[in-house]
T-cell receptor, first 115, second 109 residues
Framework: DTGVSQDPRHKITKRGQNVTFRCDPI?????LYWYRQTLGQGPEFLTY????????KSRLLSDRFSAERPKGSFSTLEIQRTEQGDSAMYLC?????????????FGSGTQLSVL | AQSVTQLGSHVSVSEGALVLLRCNYS??????LFWYVQYPNQGLQLLLK??????LVKGINGFEAEFKKSETSFHLTKPSAHMSDAAEYFC???????FGAGTTVTVRA
């Protein structure tokens, strides 16, 4: 088991461009989460999937943000028409619904810089 | 709704001194509680968790935390700080959206 992996590690883009991030969870985990983290803050929940179903979305997730998990394995997070305020670390985590305490396993994140 | 509050955004300790990081929770039912650690340029790692089996929980790297229902607290301690403990620490309650703002620990030689 290689843990949760995220790609890319870093992304620099110009304002107005679209970006897409990928997350591969731990293989036996059926739950997948996306968070955003800015400097000096804890992770802020964006959305979560159980298998391929998107079960919850935060109000932070504007209509420029969309996440998919088409086959219940990897997930993508797309940000359209990026703004400078989107600059942050985007974290992915996974867990198993069989794990009653819902502990999360995190990837190393994708650092987005919008110029 | 469940939430946590971390008291103190920065803690500076001398090597060998006690580390104490404070976390208070708000929950209508007994929660599951976690401490995660984040080293520079790395993802969050689980340090320890409380799941009602025992109020004193031992985690990795010599850390432990005590669940106190009467104080709605879950403070993290380590008796003797090591330079490698310099990191950011997050308290969390079960559920996808409930992390504290984090406490940055610096360790002085």
């Amino acid at each position: 088991d290689t843990g949760v992996s995220q790609d890319p590690r870093h992304k620099i883009t110009k304002r107005g461009q679209n970006v897409t991030f990928r997350c591969d969870p731990i293989s036996e985990h059926n739950r997948l989460y996306w968070y955003r983290q800015t400097l000096g803050q804890g992770p802020e929940f964006l959305t979560y999937f159980q298998n391929e179903a998107q079960l919850e979305k935060s109000r932070l997730l504007s209509d420029r943000f969309s996440a998919e998990r088409p086959k219940g394995s990897f997930s993508t997070l797309e940000i359209q028409r990026t703004e400078q305020g989107d600059s942050a670390m985007y974290l992915c985590a996974s867990s198993s619904s069989r794990d009653r305490d819902e502990k999360l396993f995190f990837g190393s994140g994708t650092q987005l810089s919008v110029l | 709704a469940q939430s946590v509050t971390q008291l103190g955004s920065h803690v500076s300790v001398s090597e060998g001194a006690l580390v104490l990081l404070r976390c208070n929770y708000s929950s209508s039912v007994p929660p599951y509680l976690f401490w995660y650690v984040q080293y520079p340029n790395q993802g969050l790692q689980l340090l320890l968790k409380y799941t009602s089996a025992a109020t004193l929980v031992k985690g990795i790297n010599g850390f432990e935390a005590e669940f106190k229902k009467s104080e709605t607290s879950f403070h993290l301690t380590k008796p003797s700080a090591h330079m490698s403990d310099a990191a950011e620490y997050f308290c969390a309650v079960s559920g996808p959206g409930s992390f504290g703002a984090g406490t940055t620990v610096t360790v002085r030689a």
